[in-house]
């Protein structure tokens, strides 16, 4: 979860003047906002989330402690595969989240039917990653989704114009989701080594191979 900082500060011949921080990690975010308030010049302290939500800091304090116990901190990996000769598209993802202090990594791919090319295969391998995080209960918080599908990141991030209609469907089914979640997506275009974990899992889910891991990766 990342936030930034306003607040009033005064000098020492009374001026007074409104600052704010740029985005930093809510933990960081409170440390230096208890430091701020040392200097005896510092008043009327709030946060703001990515949701643009305003927060006392004794209210920032009571969630820091709820977002502890939900998901956080998430990263998404997806990539989709598609046979042209047997028409069928394979979909990898890896979620990493943090929950209560731990680190956790989900591993899962699927075989999806009915579509009809790779592009389309990508937008469905990263619906079925948004509907895995409805299941583990993210809500109102940022998430990170990386692929290697320029196409898909572009659109959905509105840099590339969208034509087609099936892919049109798909970018509504997926934004209609995220808004309803309250997820606020950032979306990262990454290599395909870089993407290599997501891309193996589709690549096993059209061999047959299916994958299915939720892994605590602090112990």
Known sequence: MNVW?????????????????????????????EDFL??????????????????????FEKLLKEVEQEPHHIEVFFDGGFDVQLKKAGAGLAIYYTKNNQDYR???????????NNNEAEYAALWQAVLRLEELGVRNIGVHFKGDSQVVLNQLSGEWPCFEDEFNRWLDRI?????????????????????????????????GVMVSSHLNRSE
Do not use: C
Request: charged letters at 35%.
């Open 5 to 33: 900082i306003e607040w009033k500060y005064k000098t020492a011949k009374n001026i007074e003047i409104t600052l704010t921080t740029e985005t930093i990690p809510a933990k960081k975010a409170l440390l230096i906002a």
């Open 38 to 59: 040392k200097t005896g010049r510092t008043k009327d302290i709030v946060f703001y989330d990515e949701q643009h939500t305003m927060w006392t800091k004794k209210e």
């Open 106 to 116: 989900i591993r899962e791919n699927s075989v999806l039917d009915g579509l009809d």
């Open 175 to 207: 934004e209609d989701k995220l808004k309803e979640l309250g997820i606020k997506p950032t979306y990262t275009a990454i290599s395909r080594k870089e993407n290599r974990e997501a891309d193996q899992l589709a690549t096993q889910a059209l061999q």
